[in-house]
């Protein structure tokens, strides 16, 4: 069974910096887009960021600026560097292999205002 180790997840106040970690199997990893997910409580989950195996990346409009995405394929891990957090970034956030059906566990972020 293919998984997804996330961590880095916690409390954080407003205006903090909090870096999630995910590992992946390197056979998965290597050559596919990886993504970066969040669902907050009552809402949906929705695309936050992902980065391509080639290191292009993508961001949901809100957190432009804000976070970063990025991978070391040599360690199989993909990172999501969150800076200037506000309260509406509490979520928990999912690691995924994009595009398939392959998810971390979730991480819970909490931004105390």
């Known amino acids: 069974q293919v998984q997804l180790v996330e961590s880095g997840g916690g409390l954080v106040q407003a205006g903090g910096s909090r870096t999630l970690s995910c590992a992946a199997p390197g056979s998965i990893f290597s050559v596919n887009t990886m993504a970066w997910y969040r669902q907050a409580p009552g809402k949906q989950r929705e695309l936050v960021a992902l980065?391509?195996?080639?290191?292009?990346?993508s961001y949901e409009s809100s957190v432009k600026g804000r976070f970063t995405i990025s991978r070391n394929n040599a360690e199989n891990t993909v990172y999501l560097q969150m800076s200037s957090l506000k309260p509406e970034d509490t979520a928990v956030y999912y690691c995924n292999v994009f595009s398939t059906g392959l998810w971390g566990q979730g991480t819970q972020v909490t931004v105390a205002s």
């Open positions: 980065i391509t195996r080639f290191g292009d990346t």
